[in-house]
């Protein structure tokens, strides 16, 4: 099957009573007002893409999506499509999100590594799930404010502002990585910092054109294996901050 998606990261920040702070929304909160929406966002955009694995779709059932879109955008959190942010970056549509957990095969306690952490929804999704998650955000901007997002929605993420080209070498290897937007070819820092077994999801294709969503593998041998995931249309890798 192939599919089309756009990979969107949005930054939101959260408004504040005039009086007093309002609590944080989490997953458990009975401030939550959205999860009947993302229970069908779950029923209707992924469960009938062949998303199945528990796991992931518990954590989109779980994780507030709003919380991570603009006020503006806040009513269409949940429909399957990106969101714009600025800076050319964008939120990815829900199921994109859940495609790329359920391919990187994981399993609670796995290390992974994101690259592009945008608004920080897809790390925490993989926080939700379990594992151990270290992103990296080429926007210093975005990779503050996600962190401080992350933090206040109780997900334990370590994010880092940089090129993520050379990957987080001092915490490799990791058991998974995912890259959320398309370089032209395969960073070998990345390939390098896998474990044995481990996997490389990642978009590679031309800017302005249809990507390809491949699943790496390194074997044993130190081999990789390629598993062609279909067609996807993701933002530009790039190695240095856009402007606004």
């Known amino acids: 099957m ?3 998606a756009c990979i969107m990261l949005i930054v939101w920040l959260s408004a504040c009573s005039a009086v007093t702070p309002a ?3 989490t997953p458990a909160s009975p401030l939550d ?6 229970e069908r966002m779950v029923d209707d955009q992924i469960i009938p893409q062949d998303v199945t694995d528990p796991i992931v779709l518990q954590a989109m059932r779980r994780v507030p999506r709003h919380e991570f879109v603009p ?9 399957n499509h990106p969101l714009p942010i600025g800076y050319g970056q964008t939120i990815s549509q829900p199921f994109i999100v859940a495609y790329m957990s359920e391919n990187s095969e994981l399993k609670p306690g796995d290390r992974v590594l994101e690259i592009g952490t945008g608004s920080g929804y897809q790390a925490a999704i993989l926080a939700d799930m379990g594992m151990q998650v270290y992103s990296i955000e080429i926007i210093p901007e975005l990779a503050a404010e996600a962190e401080a997002r992350l933090k206040r929605l109780g997900y334990e993420v370590q994010v880092r502002a940089g090129d993520g080209y050379n990957g987080w070498p001092e915490a490799a290897p990791f ?7 398309a370089p ?3 960073p070998q820092p990345l390939i390098e910092q896998l474990q044995p077994g481990g996997r490389l999801v990642i978009p590679i294709g031309p800017m302005g054109a249809i990507q390809t969503l491949w699943q790496f593998t390194l074997e044993e041998d130190d081999q990789l294996t390629a598993r062609n995931l279909g067609a996807v249309c ?6 240095s901050a856009p402007s606004p």
């Open 33 to 38: 007002q959205f999860a009947e929406e993302r």
């Open 2 to 4: 192939r599919r089309l």
């Open 234 to 239: 993701f933002v530009p890798f790039t190695r």
């Open 23 to 25: 609590p944080a929304v």
């Open 71 to 79: 006020p503006e955008y806040r009513d269409r959190s949940y429909a």
């Open 175 to 181: 058991d998974a990585i995912i890259v959320t937007a």
């Open 184 to 186: 032209d070819h395969v």
